[in-house]
């Protein structure tokens, strides 16, 4: 019997993330980036992808490595695998691709795959987004979206460690 694996078609790796992304570019539609290492999936990063979708045609969620989210976040973390890190992202329906990535930032990501907007959390403001030049090189936006960043993996953890 076939083992079952949903979403693998929403898995690419970066060579077909870029001809992705060129696809919906030559059928005119417009692409969101968003990013982040989505450790313990909880309801604010819902809220933040959901309205990431919601500027574009298509969204492609970039999910950290293991060893760029132990980089960013410290020891200990992730929590969860890259690989099912980003089968849980997958498994959203405003999701229509995801790629793992190793850096540290998204710029040369951006910069390979060119999508149309890159959406980040309310945690950022228009004028902090790291990669502000880069989209603006590439002539493309920068959009703020999702609720108040009232919710954190970090928090949920410390709850649950008590």
Request: some cysteine; hydrophobic content about 45%.
């Amino acid at each position: 019997m076939a083992r079952f694996r949903p979403f693998e078609d929403k898995l690419l790796d970066r060579i077909a993330a870029a001809a992705w992304v060129q696809a919906e570019r030559a059928a005119g539609r417009s692409v969101v980036f968003a990013n982040g290492c989505f450790d313990i999936l909880h309801v604010g990063h819902v809220r933040y992808l959901s309205a990431a979708r919601a500027e574009g045609d298509a969204l492609l969620v970039a999910v950290n490595s293991d060893a760029s989210t132990r980089r960013l976040k410290g020891a200990g973390r992730p929590i969860l695998p890259q690989a099912e890190r980003a089968r849980l992202v997958a498994s959203l329906a405003c999701v229509d691709r995801v790629v793992i990535f190793d850096e540290d930032t998204v710029e040369s990501l951006l910069s390979e795959l060119r999508p149309h907007v890159h959406a980040k959390g309310t945690d950022y403001t228009p004028e902090n987004v790291p990669e502000r030049a880069v989209m603006a090189q590439l002539g493309g936006r920068v959009a703020i979206v999702g609720d108040p960043k009232d919710h954190s993996t970090r928090d949920l953890l410390a709850r649950l460690r008590g």
